[in-house]
């Protein structure tokens, strides 16, 4: 099992980067400003978004009725439907199904959900060879790291890394910087890996149940090509993806590369019902893997609702200044720190603690999830599972003491106004006092807040 490590102290080596923090808040806020001109282009933009939550809403709480109804139309239209309860059991039915077509090379487009069940890993370690086809997923994978967003994989890259990762991997110029250049060179050895890929395996964005179609939004046009020159197609979807209707389609477009990214859409909406043709196969894995734990929770059901766009690591002041990698999480952000400790919340109890509360992540939802409210229960959740350090737990159960007694707390105002004005700085500002590391102590008022609304606003 490995470590478990603190936010604060996995974020430490991005934050001390100024320059790189910087960057990164710049790059995400200029995503976050294009996602606004959007969502203020139309008109009906809350209506979009009301009618999304509540469709989604529907969907989770008939979820078992909407699940057999997709894989009964899928079946029918020539898909082979699979059942994986955890990420282990979809694992092995990918790679069950590369060993029944002997293949030893795949490609794969964008899944933040074979991203979720380590799924390279495991076919790697079986000798299967593969290929993430994404322009910022094949760099992170050259590079041996993880995405750090769920949109934007590589954010956290400057393109002059990119320029030495190239050169390293496949041979441009030593110090190419050049945007375009460094996207032509990706893209011939692409295509190259396009060519000898024998399976495509995408992920899913949505799912029709009353068609038993998929789709799948990509803005490099690489899943297209991936599932069109192979012969099968294995598609890995969490059972959170569906939509009942066909019709109800069009409103989650809408609104998810307007959140995502700022475009009116994504370039390329591609639809699968079957497979393509007689010699094709179309294989669908429908995931679990802690989806029916989610679900069963009152209070935090509603984050199934999320249709991964993004836009709430957009818009986090804590995610932006710290950088995806910092959360160790596949989902990483406000989302990221509602899930996770849904699965452990050993390993991540200090995610909940990455947020100011400030609900920009709420406001930007397209589906109306709760963010900030959910990050404030799960605090709640894991005082009563006892997982805070006992440092904090001491620490809060005397200032919940102090609060609920005024006399105490009007005593304990007066020795501290008085205290911080005799205290020397050291006995403030020392290695036990993580607080004051960059921080001055505020300067003491005269009288305390209750004193001057008793002489202002008494009568």
């Given at each position: 099992?490995?470590?478990?490590?603190e936010?604060p102290?996995?974020?430490?080596?991005?934050?001390?980067?100024?320059?790189?923090?910087?960057?990164?808040?710049?790059?995400?806020w200029?995503?976050?400003?294009?996602?606004d001109?959007?969502?203020?282009?139309?008109?009906?933009?809350e209506?979009?978004r009301?009618?999304?939550?509540?469709?989604?809403?529907?969907t989770?709480?008939?979820?078992a009725h909407?699940l057999?109804q997709f894989?009964?139309?899928?079946?029918?239209?020539?898909a082979?439907v699979?059942w994986?309860?955890?990420?282990a059991?979809?694992n092995e039915?990918?790679?069950?199904?590369?060993?029944?077509?002997?293949?030893?090379r795949?490609?794969?487009?964008k899944?933040?959900?074979?991203?979720?069940?380590?799924?390279n890993?495991?076919?790697e370690a079986?000798?299967?060879d593969v290929?993430?086809?994404?322009?910022?997923e094949r760099?992170?994978?050259?590079r041996?790291?993880t995405?750090s967003h769920?949109?934007?994989?590589a954010?956290?890259?400057?393109?002059?890394e990119?320029g030495?990762?190239?050169?390293?991997?496949?041979g441009t110029?030593?110090?190419?910087?050049?945007?375009?250049?460094l996207?032509?060179a990706?893209?011939g050895?692409?295509?190259?890996?396009?060519?000898?890929?024998q399976?495509g395996?995408?992920g899913?964005?949505?799912?029709?149940?009353?068609?038993?179609?998929i789709?799948v939004?990509?803005?490099e046009?690489?899943?297209d090509?991936?599932?069109s020159?192979?012969?099968?197609?294995?598609?890995?979807m969490?059972?959170?993806?569906?939509?009942?209707?066909?019709r109800d389609?069009?409103?989650?477009?809408?609104l998810?590369?307007?959140?995502a990214?700022g475009?009116?859409i994504?370039?390329?909406t591609?639809?699968?019902?079957g497979?393509k043709?007689?010699q094709s196969?179309?294989h669908i894995?429908?995931v679990?893997?802690g989806?029916?734990?989610?679900?069963?929770?009152?209070?935090?059901?509603?984050?199934m609702?999320?249709?991964r766009?993004g836009?709430?690591m957009?818009?986090?002041?804590?995610?932006?200044?710290?950088?995806?990698?910092?959360?160790?999480a596949t989902?990483?952000?406000?989302i990221?720190?509602?899930?996770?400790?849904?699965?452990?919340?050993?390993?991540?109890?200090?995610?909940?603690?990455?947020?100011?509360?400030?609900g920009?992540c709420?406001d930007v939802?397209?589906?109306?999830?709760p963010?900030?409210?959910?990050?404030?229960?799960?605090?709640?959740?894991?005082?009563?599972?006892k997982?805070?350090?006992?440092?904090?737990?001491?620490?809060?159960?005397l200032?919940?003491?102090?609060f609920?007694?005024?006399r105490?707390?009007t005593?304990?105002?007066?020795i501290?106004?008085?205290?911080?004005?005799?205290m020397?700085?050291?006995?403030?500002h020392?290695?036990?006092?993580?607080?004051?590391?960059?921080?001055d102590?505020p300067?003491?008022?005269q009288?305390?807040f209750?004193?001057?609304?008793?002489?202002?606003?008494?009568n």
């Open positions: 099992m490995l470590p478990i490590v936010h102290a996995a974020a430490k080596e991005f934050v001390t980067n100024p320059d790189r923090s910087r960057w990164h808040d710049r790059a995400l200029f995503v976050r400003s294009k996602r001109l959007q969502a203020s282009s139309l008109p009906e933009w209506y979009l009301q009618t999304a939550s509540q469709i989604k809403t529907h989770i709480a008939n979820l909407y057999e894989e009964q139309n899928a079946i029918a239209a020539g082979k699979y994986a309860e955890d990420a059991e979809h039915i990918v790679l069950q199904i590369l060993r029944e077509h002997r293949t030893s795949i490609v794969k487009s899944s933040m959900l074979t991203e979720e069940c380590g799924l890993h495991h076919l079986n000798g299967i290929v993430d086809t994404d322009l910022g760099i992170v994978q050259l041996k790291e995405p769920i949109v934007l994989p954010i956290h890259i400057k393109k002059e990119v030495e990762t190239f050169h390293e991997h496949l110029e030593a110090g190419a910087s050049d945007p375009k250049y996207t032509e990706a893209r050895h692409l295509r190259d890996k396009f060519l000898a890929g399976i395996i995408t899913v964005n949505f799912a029709i149940a009353e068609t038993g179609g789709v939004c990509t803005n046009g690489n899943a090509l991936g599932t020159i192979p012969k099968v197609h294995i598609a890995c969490g059972i959170e993806k569906l939509v009942p209707r066909q389609l069009g409103v989650f477009t809408r998810l590369a307007r959140s990214t475009q009116p994504t370039s390329y591609s639809h699968f019902i497979p043709d007689d196969e179309l894995i429908l679990d893997n989806r029916t734990k989610l679900r069963s929770s009152p209070t935090f059901r509603a984050a609702h999320c249709i766009c836009a709430c957009n818009t986090c002041p804590v995610y932006r200044r710290s950088g995806g990698h910092s959360y160790r989902v990483p952000g406000p990221g720190s509602v899930l996770s400790p849904t699965r452990d919340p050993n390993s991540y109890k200090s995610l909940p603690y990455a947020c100011s509360l400030c920009s709420s939802c397209p589906v109306k999830i963010l900030h409210h959910q990050l404030l229960a799960w605090r709640g959740e894991l005082v009563g599972k997982l805070l350090p006992m440092g904090k737990r001491v620490a809060m159960t200032a919940s003491h102090l609920r007694h005024p105490l707390f005593t304990a105002g007066a501290g106004r008085l205290s911080l004005r005799v020397p700085r050291w006995m403030t020392n290695r036990f006092n993580k607080w004051s590391i960059a921080r102590m300067k003491p008022p009288e305390s209750r004193n001057w609304h008793r002489r202002h606003r008494g």
